[in-house]
């Protein structure tokens, strides 16, 4: 069996992976040229760990820890949604511009509240959500990372969502 280089073995992951965390980044920021420049940035990493000779046993984990610290990172860099500085840029047309970030902002009250709800969470529950939602990973693939069978990471996740359900008021939901 043939031994690949590491630019073979990036080139590889990198095809069949650069279409999945993308999207992941997509779905995350709502925005296609922030979504390109983080899916970017991530495989940079890669490389670089890559030519750190750092051991990676699951490379599409890897991937999504390192999308998911780069948006976090993002969010801490962007500056805060601030009301007042979007209607004092909207000039005569206030109006318009309320109108189309309420939504922005709903969403981002929204966010708050399940983040809230998940620090509420027990460690086990929260890590399991995170990695199911946040992370988009499968049940299988969040049992072999955190080394547990897939039925325990299923339940956890069911639970975890029926309880954070439950902290936010949506029970019956």
Not at 23 to 47: G, I, K
Request: with cysteine; glycine share 4%; proline share 2%.
């Amino acid at each position: 069996m043939k031994t690949l280089t590491v630019a073979e073995q990036f080139q590889e992951i990198y095809e069949s992976e650069l279409g999945a965390i993308y999207r992941f980044c997509l779905m995350r920021t709502s925005d296609p040229e922030v979504a390109s420049d983080f899916s970017q940035d991530v495989f940079l990493r890669f490389w670089k760990a890559l030519l750190d000779n750092q051991i990676i046993k699951n490379p599409r984990s890897f991937l999504y820890t390192i999308a998911r610290n780069i948006i976090i990172d993002g969010y801490r860099k962007k500056k805060t949604l601030s009301l007042d500085a979007i209607l004092s840029d909207a000039g005569d047309d206030k109006s318009a511009v309320a109108s189309t970030h309420l939504d922005a902002i709903e969403t981002e009250c929204e966010a708050g509240r399940v983040t809230k709800g998940m620090e509420a969470l027990d460690e086990p529950y929260r890590r399991a959500l995170h990695m199911r939602y946040i992370e988009g990973l499968k049940p299988r693939e969040i049992a072999t990372i955190l080394q547990e069978s897939a039925n325990v990471i299923s339940v956890r996740i069911s639970r975890g969502a029926e309880r954070l359900r439950s902290s936010m008021g949506y029970a019956n939901a």
